[in-house]
């Protein structure tokens, strides 16, 4: 039951940031919370408080990703669940050619519902060539 429930509430919050909407997956996350983005490249950093993964959220829709959910495993009390997530992002370019996929796993850390730890795991040298098509160089993560 608690696997379906943190499915759907995933789901919806990503249904809402591919329209544009980075609202309801931001109520998920308290002031404190991290999440990690590894990697050589602009989007790598350690976003530390909800103002932070909120900028990284409004550079994702910048930039056009849009998420696909595969797969949703959950275990532990809601005190202190883990939550993995398998999904794919892409990005198209406005005549809607393909300039960007990946697959993605999440690790994340909830208490009571709530996000307090996100951690990413995908090709960060495909993430690296997305930011060649863009333009952007290490660093220039307010693109």
Known sequence: MRAWIARRMIERAIRSL???NPGPILRNYPGEAVLVFPGDHSWGARYQGRD???????RAIAVRLQFEITDVVVKGPPWNMTVCVRLTDR????DG????????FEFLTLRWGRIVYQELYLDTQKVA??????????GAADA
């Open 129 to 138: 060539e997305f930011d060649e098509r863009l333009g952007l160089r290490e």
């Open 91 to 94: 990005a198209t370019a406005p």
């Open 18 to 20: 591919n329209a544009g």
């Open 97 to 104: 050619t393909e300039i960007y996929a990946n697959r993605v």
């Open 52 to 58: 932070e993964i909120e900028r990284f959220f409004r």
